[in-house]
């Protein structure tokens, strides 16, 4: 008798005849095609350097948030409440700031700061804590536009 008949028969008897000697490969095969691919396990492993690299530098990890800027544009383009609009805009700011890109909220008159966009973003941001219903929104920021203390919303320092 062979080697491989040898290992053949010696498996036969580990999972007690033909039968199971099939049902015993169909189910290996199906471990094996469960496994994850050398390519997952290679970017979990890097994901994995990413997130201790930023854990013992103090550095933070971006996500990957396309799906809910995507959302958020379409549903200003839509139309909603002024209330939603500016949660938007405020989620679109993070995103941008995130991505290394120049505050939307601020603008700058012959090279210098008009506009403070965390003052204004932080403004806004109070506002809509503040809010229990798009009409106590509209009310708070009409006020606030009246009364700018800021001097972000009504546009310009003060």
């Not at 492993?45 to 996500?63: C, P, R, S, T, Y």
């Not at 396309?66 to 993070?94: F, H, P, W």
């Amino acid at each position: 008798m062979s080697d491989a008949e040898k290992k053949q028969e010696e498996v036969k008897k580990e999972v007690g005849g033909d039968k199971d000697y099939v049902a015993a490969l169909t189910k290996m095969k199906a471990e094996r095609d469960a496994r994850p691919t050398q390519e997952a396990l290679d970017q979990a492993l890097a994901e994995k350097k990413k997130l201790l690299d930023a854990l013992v530098n103090g550095g933070q990890v971006k996500q990957d948030q396309g799906d809910e800027i995507e959302k958020a544009r379409e549903m200003m383009k839509k139309g909603c409440t002024n209330l939603d609009y500016v949660k938007s805009s405020l989620k679109l700011r993070q995103a941008a700031l995130d991505a290394g890109e120049p505050d939307p909220y601020e603008s700058h008159v012959d090279g210098k700061q008009a506009v403070d966009g965390t003052k204004v973003a932080n403004a806004l941001q109070d506002l809509v804590e503040r809010s229990s219903s798009p009409q106590v929104f509209n009310a708070l920021l009409d006020n606030a536009m009246v009364n700018d203390k800021v001097g972000g919303l009504a546009g310009g320092k003060r």
